[in-house]
């Protein structure tokens, strides 16, 4: 609306509809403002978090880069940059003037040939056997043909003369029931390439065909391996019976892909028995279905949570606490983890000699340890890594030195991380589990196994051992 010419002079209802339409105007700057000054502060936030943002990526851009030595990354994820040629020309220094090896002589060859010289080699006189004797030997190693044995087995009805009743045999030899054709020979084996081999369907029946003459299908194979499930479940219950009344466990997990979902691998051992369990959680609810109540005297395991709490005491793996501390000094922290790291190797040098050592003697190296990690403690950080891990210690010093009290257990979990490495083998090969039972046949072949080494029984063994006790069923 346009202003009047004269103020003074303007009609009353002219000059109403002046002020309301000033009023609105003003009233719409008012809003315009209060939109501009929102925007101003958003944009200000905005602002303020990039720049916050910029700053952490550039923090990182300066951390050191995760690897297998200062972290839990496996080596596989290392950076491995083009090996130089070494610009030997002969033997490696090493070599020199040392005897040279060789395989060992069969201690006992299945045949012997013995070659003698007939004639002289020199006036061509004949040789008899009492003019020899020996010289030298070599074996050469072959293996035959492998073929299956097919046993046929005939049934015969037999009709009485005096009654005419008709009658078959009730029973047959052990190994010759009817049903699958597959022996618990065929059926040891395919579980040991399955699952210690992490030889998949397809290349298994191949396999089975090209080297041994053996059409069996993928589908044959699967059925295969829900007929032996049971026997292994029965060695899984004998395994975890002893398990709950171990006085020591070791325990870690891994991740592995059941039906296109995480679920995990776990693993509980001690120097008598190993239990693997695959399940969907990797909460502490695991821990405590497999235990059931039994409260072991130390428990050693790594950091996680889940791992906390199960026994009377705990032992931290240092092998964790070693590398930990290697990334903060490779972060910038010059003044506890490099200290932290030297006495984490002390009480490995001391753990190594343990048996050589008098109980005195290695209480005396545990009281200087602990001296040690209290100076250490005290000294002022201002790096973050390290104060974290100055934190970190701070709250689990307890469980830092377990094993210069108890001689029976290791400074590190690697037992179990060795034991969990076929899993990370097994999932890289064939990618996981499709069915919900094959994790659980996969966990009890994996226990038997692992346990019957403890005792140095090799895993083909184990394998026919619980098949054979367990009376496992091939018909079907």
């Not at 029931?177 to 369907?201: C, D, H, K, T």
Request: aromatic share 6%.
């Amino acid at each position: 609306m346009r202003t009047p010419a004269n103020l003074s002079q303007a009609p009353r209802k002219e000059l109403e509809a002046f002020a309301r339409a000033a009023v609105l105007r003003i009233e719409e700057a008012e809003r315009c403002a209060a939109e501009a000054e929102r925007r101003a502060i958003d944009a200000e936030r905005r602002v303020a978090e990039l720049v916050r943002r910029v700053a952490e990526l550039e923090a990182r851009l300066k951390e050191p880069p995760k690897t297998s030595g200062n972290s839990s990354l496996p080596p596989s994820k290392d950076f491995k940059a083009d090996a130089k040629p070494s610009g030997r020309t002969g033997p490696r220094k090493g070599s020199l003037g040392r005897k040279g090896c060789h395989r060992g002589l069969s201690e006992n060859p299945d045949e012997i040939v013995r070659m003698m010289a007939r004639r002289c080699g020199r006036c061509q006189a004949e040789l008899g056997e009492a003019d020899q004797t020996f010289a030298c030997a070599w074996d050469k190693v072959d293996i035959p043909p492998v073929k299956p044995v097919v046993t046929r087995v005939e049934i015969y009805e037999g009709r009485c003369p005096c009654c005419g009743e008709a009658t078959r045999p009730t029973c047959v030899p052990e190994g010759l029931e009817p049903g699958s054709p597959f022996s618990r020979n065929i059926m040891a084996l395919a579980l040991y390439l399955r699952v210690i081999q992490a030889i998949s369907y397809q290349r298994l029946a191949r396999l089975f065909r090209d080297l041994f003459g053996l059409v069996i299908s993928e589908g044959a194979l699967d059925a295969l391996f829900k007929r032996a499930k049971p026997s292994f479940d029965a060695e899984v219950a004998a395994i975890l019976s002893r398990l709950r009344r171990s006085r020591v466990v070791y325990s870690d997990e891994t991740s592995v892909r059941v039906g296109g979902k995480n679920w995990w691998n776990w693993v509980f051992g001690n120097d008598e028995v190993v239990l693997h369990v695959i399940r969907p959680s990797r909460g502490r609810e695991v821990v405590d279905q497999i235990l059931d109540g039994h409260r072991p005297a130390i428990w050693v395991s790594d950091l996680l949570g889940s791992q906390q709490g199960h026994a009377e005491e705990w032992q931290i793996c240092l092998a964790h606490q070693l590398r930990d501390c290697q990334y903060a000094a490779d972060a910038g922290d010059t003044v506890f983890a490099p200290r932290m790291k030297r006495l984490l190797l002390r009480a490995y040098a001391i753990a190594r000699r343990r048996e050589s050592l008098a109980d005195s003697t290695l209480r005396a190296y545990k009281g200087r340890i602990e001296r040690d990690l209290t100076a250490i403690m005290a000294l002022p950080v201002e790096q973050k890594d390290g104060r974290r891990l100055r934190k970190r210690y701070a709250k689990h010093r307890g469980s830092l030195f377990t094993f210069l009290v108890h001689r029976d257990i290791d400074p590190d979990n690697n037992v179990s991380e060795r034991t969990l490495r076929p899993m990370a083998t097994y999932r890289k090969v064939t990618g996981g589990f499709r069915s919900r039972w094959a994790p659980h046949l996969y966990a009890g072949v994996r226990s038997a196994v692992a346990t019957a080494a403890k005792k140095g029984v090799d895993a083909f063994s184990a394998i026919k051992n619980v098949l054979a006790q367990a009376s496992c069923p091939i018909g079907g």
